[in-house]
């Protein structure tokens, strides 16, 4: 039997109160393997309530594509980078509605700590060196000059051709010195200007996480984003494409992004568990996804079942019952969350599947796809929260769910799913939370 997604939403949609009341943003970073990088607003929590991010405040510009706006990039509550909001561009879709997203800076949060490492202050004399070997080096204004070596005295014995000249014929100590005088008095460079000393924006309306030292414009953005300096992060790609040995592996990271001027402690979410542990939740998983496939391709197909079962002899009385037809699963992905940090996991599997073509209840090359929710209680037992199953003659009708991640929206310290609700023709965003054995939708945008 097929459980429903619940009835769908408007952009914005009620929910209990939060300790963070906003404003706090959730976008999604599309992360090219070429460290390219652009944001798409999702939503945005202020006074308590959701609106969709693409449209709150677009005058011209959404509030949560403003420029310099700080997003953390954050991968099952681990956070990965910093990016900040450059150039908001938007375009009209097929269906004629406006579109927004935007390009920035992307940085690593091995190159934010590379960069931090840089700043630490270093030692005004080299090791290993001294000062009157080795090649030149280099001083800061002020730096004290080494002495020049002695100069042997003068022989007594006054020269016959020359007068003795007015000046001792020791060191000129005064010429030599005079350009470290000169160093040492003129004042240092003046530092370049930070990011953080940009005129502040107007205090009188609600801010997202403005720019800070360390975010970098989208060209330099582009120039650290070389081949040779790029670092991708390890992100498992929500849907991937079948591959062949000649095809080339180029997925997009989608990692969901946060805004927040006063951000909230993450935690990994992340449920930590045995090779045997992880074979044992997949297989329970494939077992109960089976039962739903097969109620799906039962639904479809009730007047061949009909017949079926009228025409197919009668069963021996000792016999053994027929074996349920298996179908065949392939793209399946598990994760396992522990959104609450209470170590309960919670289940997420998405595959596609095929019943076999023997099968009198199936339709030859009729695909289907499913989103299953499972929590898993204190006793070990696995409780459904969601079943979203579809095939590819029905998207139009029900929308298949592709999981995200799990992502702190409300900043209350628990988790929520991240998922991409897509029809035949558009896709929305969707956040649902999970209590007890359902699952309550905290936003859901307009498909």
């Known amino acids: 039997m097929q459980i429903a997604l619940p009835p769908a939403l408007h ?29 798409i607003p999702i939503a945005i929590l202020i006074d308590g ?15 949560a594509l403003w420029t310099d706006t700080v997003y953390e990039a954050i991968h099952t509550g681990v956070s990965l980078g910093l990016f900040t909001v450059t150039a908001p561009q938007q375009h009209k879709d097929e269906g004629g509605q406006t579109v927004w997203w935007a390009e920035g800076g992307w940085q690593t949060a091995e190159s934010l700590k590379a960069m931090a490492a840089k700043k630490k202050p270093v030692a005004s004399t080299p090791r290993g060196m001294n000062d009157d070997e080795g090649p030149p080096v280099l001083r800061r204004a002020g730096a004290a000059k080494p002495k020049p070596p002695e100069t042997p005295p003068a022989p007594s014995t006054p020269r ?4 003795a000249p007015s000046a001792s014929p020791g060191p000129a100590a ?7 005088t000169t160093s040492a008095s003129s004042s ?8 953080d000393d940009r005129p502040p924006v107007d205090n009188d309306r609600p801010t997202l996480k403005r720019g800070q030292a ?8 582009q120039e650290k984003a070389s081949p040779t300096n790029a670092v991708t992060p390890t992100v498992p790609a929500t849907s991937k494409p079948a591959t062949t040995a000649a095809q080339p592996v180029r997925q997009i990271q989608l990692i969901p992004a946060i805004s927040d001027p006063h951000p909230s402690d993450s935690l990994p979410y992340s449920y930590k568990m045995s090779a045997q542990e992880e074979q044992a939740f997949r297989k329970k998983m494939l077992a109960m996804a089976a039962d739903e496939i097969r109620a799906r391709a039962a639904q479809l197909a009730p007047a061949t079942a009909a017949t079926k079962s009228v025409h197919a002899p009668a069963p021996r ?7 349920p037809v298996q179908p065949t699963f392939e793209d399946v992905q598990l994760q396992v969350f522990d959104l609450a940090d209470i170590n309960e996991p919670e289940l997420v599997l998405t595959a596609k599947a095929q019943m076999p073509q023997s099968s009198h209840d199936s339709k030859p090359d009729l695909q289907y796809m499913i989103t299953l929710v499972v929590r898993e209680d204190v006793n070990g037992d696995l409780h459904k929260s969601l079943a979203n ?23 209350d310290g628990r988790a929520e799913l991240l998922f991409r609700e897509v029809s035949d023709t558009s896709s929305a965003f969707v956040v649902y939370r999970v209590i007890g054995d359902q699952l309550y939708p905290m936003f859901q945008g307009s498909l």
């Open 389 to 411: 199953v579809t095939d590819t003659q029905h998207l139009d009708v029900i929308p298949r769910l592709d999981l995200i991640d799990a992502v702190d929206v409300d900043g």
């Open 174 to 180: 005064t010429p030599a010195s005079a350009p470290a």
């Open 214 to 221: 360390g975010a970098t414009s989208a060209a330099e953005a």
């Open 317 to 323: 009385s000792k016999a053994a019952p027929a074996k």
């Open 160 to 163: 016959p051709t020359q007068p």
């Open 11 to 39: 952009a914005q949609v009620g929910h209990a109160a939060k300790t963070t009341k906003g404003p706090r943003a959730l976008g999604l970073l599309e992360l090219d393997p070429d460290g390219k990088a652009r944001l």
């Open 49 to 63: 309530k959701y609106y969709d991010a693409s449209a709150y405040k677009a005058a011209p510009v959404p509030m």
């Open 188 to 195: 240092p460079p003046a530092p370049p200007q930070s990011q």
